[in-house]
């Protein structure tokens, strides 16, 4: 059974920092990566890693966020500095398969106060 688990995600003031981990169990993913869902918006792709460890970021977080993996523990890492209040969102872990198959964390809440 495959599971994305996420863990990280908390209240943070506009300025800090936050980490947020995602787990992945029962198979192993090329790609990783993490999206991000605001209320009322459409999910956003905010930034993805191959297994080889090249990156792609939304252009809005480029230069603060820096995503990262650790293949051994197949876990996928999403590091948040200087956040802004237009951060707040739901971020949710996704992994693709090549097959077309995509897999999804249940989501860590991370809320940016001003």
């Known amino acids: 059974q495959v599971q994305l ?3 990280g995600g908390g209240l943070v003031q506009a300025g800090g920092s936050l980490r947020l981990s995602c787990a992945a169990s029962g198979m192993i993913f090329g790609m990783l990566g993490w999206y991000r869902q605001i209320p009322g918006r459409q999910r956003e792709l905010v930034a993805t890693i191959s297994r ?4 792609n970021y939304l252009d809005s977080v480029k230069g603060r966020f820096t995503i990262s993996r650790d293949n051994a523990k197949n876990t ?5 500095n200087s956040l802004k209040p237009e951060d707040t969102a739901v971020y949710i872990c996704y992994a693709p398969r090549p097959d077309g198959r995509e ?4 989501g860590t809440q991370v809320t940016v106060s001003s």
């Open 5 to 7: 688990v996420e863990s």
């Open 52 to 55: 080889g460890g090249s990156t």
């Open 76 to 80: 996928v890492y999403l590091q948040m």
């Open 103 to 106: 897999y999804w964390g249940q």
